[in-house]
């Protein structure tokens, strides 16, 4: 059985995996890149997406199921497994993206219209996002499917976002059968609306996400308290406060957490809940509105307390003073007033969409507080905020950065290091191999570095479509694809030259401390002996270089 690593390699976004195996090409989820890897979407696939069989849908968050239109598109023509709540999330969610597309492409062109370039197409239009979901096969959790008589597949919670999955994988090939677990987005416990990451019972290989590898989350239990105080201190003094968060997913667990607090703290008269029972909450995205809408409908999939809230008859998305904005122009209308409020809007990262005006008119603003609830990826204006970037650009103009920039990592979407060690733990039969992706190189390293340390299991971080050839709790076989061949050679011939850069200067400055320390008077014994060795032994170093360089 084969693996390759296609996406979610470098960093957190793009997630892709192939697996060759019982006679079949699976697929493992099929997402974008965002931020410093935007330009990787337009790539082709690896593999023809006609030679793939099937595909399998962790969750339905961009960077894992974004370029699924563009695979149909060139030629997928398989079923796509993925949980119900799932599949309704990205009706919405691929037809927005195709939206996003569409804008961007038109946008280029019209400055490429004036300055005589070439035009572009998006990468993929609504009509593609359509004509992919025909192919999509929603399944339920702890449902088995076979794929065909060799490779059985299940489905169980992942925590992450609502229909987050965790996918079992049973493939038999050549006599043995193999156990895989692909972890997709794993959630941390206790999340607002979400049942807990299932436990696993066992693996043969796991491939495991680590985005907080090397985090601990702060202040878990107390994340609504943070948010509710950052609120109360931006409006006393008259701000507004921007919450960037994704349409779909987090800015439910908001409304979900803010309608709790009020909920709870309902008979404290004169305390800060009547004071933010004033602030009006502006959820301005019409796919956030939208994706309430398939929360809604997918309540079965709640955890029990927010199916506790349903049964009381109390709406766990909805509370007095929330507003919904569908239209661009009461979007821009919100900017119009000084009113201290609360705006939740994507994109999440401040890549894209509405959050661009908002940080634009309240960014260069003191009073004002933008809050960050998940995570930001490299390169992204979300991550150029939180790194403390004194002024930044949005729609041509340069905003200085007035406004007080918080992250309340209570809310983040992915566990954390002690919670994915906590769920790999959980393993009754630990597996035998841990492939590590979805995380920046310092999470990844940490975290594998912990596993080895915690559970003395072997790990990988694999390398960007290099093919990983497993057997049955036996060796992983490495095979290098000739392009991805040269690109390793590059880059260790690159890092080679930056050694013998650094060892020149090293080099230098030893021979000259030495030259200057044999001048002294009081040169010991001992002391010219030891250098005696060493010079001798460098220049047999010098001599085996000199050898293979003069060949
Ligand atoms: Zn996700």
Not at 20 to 34: R, S, T, V, W
Not at 217 to 235: C, D, G, W
Not at 309 to 317: F, R, V
Not at 380 to 401: C, N, P, S
């Amino acid at each position: 059985m084969k693996i390759r690593f296609l996406g979610a390699v470098k960093g957190v976004t793009g997630s892709n995996h192939l697996i060759e195996a019982g006679g079949k090409n699976i697929m493992l989820d099929c997402g974008m890149y965002q931020g410093k890897d935007e330009d990787l979407n337009e790539k082709d696939f690896v593999i023809n997406p006609a030679e793939i069989d099937c595909l399998l849908l962790s969750h339905s968050h961009i960077d894992h199921s974004g370029r699924i239109p563009l695979l149909v598109k060139e030629g997928f023509k398989g079923n796509i497994y993925c949980s119900k709540p799932t599949y309704d999330l990205c009706q919405i969610m691929l037809v927005d993206s195709a939206h996003i597309q569409e804008t961007e492409a038109e946008w280029t062109n019209k400055k490429a219209m004036r300055s005589g370039k070439e035009l572009v197409e998006p990468i993929y239009t609504q009509e593609d996002a359509l004509a992919s979901l025909k192919y999509f096969k929603p399944v339920l959790n702890g449902q088995i499917i076979n794929i065909n008589e060799n490779i059985a597949v299940k489905f169980s919670d992942a925590g992450h976002i609502l229909g987050s999955s965790i996918i079992e994988l049973w493939i038999k090939d050549e006599e043995d059968t193999i156990k895989l677990v692909y972890s997709g987005d794993l959630g941390m416990r206790e999340k607002p609306i979400l049942n807990d990451p299932a436990r696993i019972e066992s693996a043969d290989f796991l491939i495991m996400e680590a985005t907080y590898g090397n985090r601990v989350h702060e202040n878990i239990e107390k994340r609504a308290e943070e948010l509710i105080n950052i609120i109360l201190k931006t409006v006393r003094r008259g701000g507004s406060v921007i919450i960037p968060s994704f349409a779909v997913g987090r800015t439910q667990e908001l409304i979900y957490e803010l309608n709790k607090y009020y909920d709870s703290h309902i008979n404290e008269i004169g305390t800060k809940e009547n004071e933010l029972k004033k602030i009006p909450v502006y959820i301005d995205s019409p796919l956030a509105i939208k994706a309430t809408e398939v929360f809604k409908r997918n309540s079965h999939a709640f955890d029990e307390e927010a199916k506790n809230y349903i049964m009381k008859g109390d709406n766990p998305l909805y509370f007095k003073n929330l507003h919904y904005i569908q239209s661009a122009e009461e979007s821009k209308a919100l900017n119009f007033s000084n009113e201290p409020k609360i705006i939740i809007t994507a994109s999440g990262m401040c890549e894209a969409g509405r959050i661009r005006h908002h940080l634009k008119h309240n960014l260069w603003r003191k009073e004002a507080s933008v809050v960050f609830v998940g995570y930001q990826a490299e390169g992204t204006l979300g991550r150029r905020l939180l790194d403390g970037e004194k002024t930044v650009k949005l729609f041509g103009e340069d905003i200085a950065v007035k406004a007080e920039i918080y992250n309340v990592e209570g809310f983040s979407g992915h566990a954390d290091k002690p919670a994915l060690l906590n769920w790999l733990g959980d393993f009754k039969e630990k597996p035998g191999k841990v492939f590590i992706v979805h995380g920046e190189k310092e999470a990844k390293e940490e975290f594998a570095q912990a596993v080895r340390e915690k559970f003395g299991i072997e790990t990988i971080i694999p390398e960007y479509n290099v093919v990983y050839d497993i057997r049955k709790k036996d060796l992983v076989k490495v095979l290098v694809l000739e392009s991805e061949q040269e690109k390793l050679r590059d880059r260790q011939i690159q890092e080679l030259l930056m050694e013998v850069e650094d060892l020149k200067k090293a080099f230098e400055r030893a021979l000259a401390n030495t030259e200057e320390y044999l001048k002294l008077e009081d040169v010991n014994y001992e002391d010219i002996k030891k250098l005696n060795n060493n010079i001798k032994s460098l220049e047999n170093e010098i001599m085996n270089l000199t050898m293979i360089s003069a060949k």
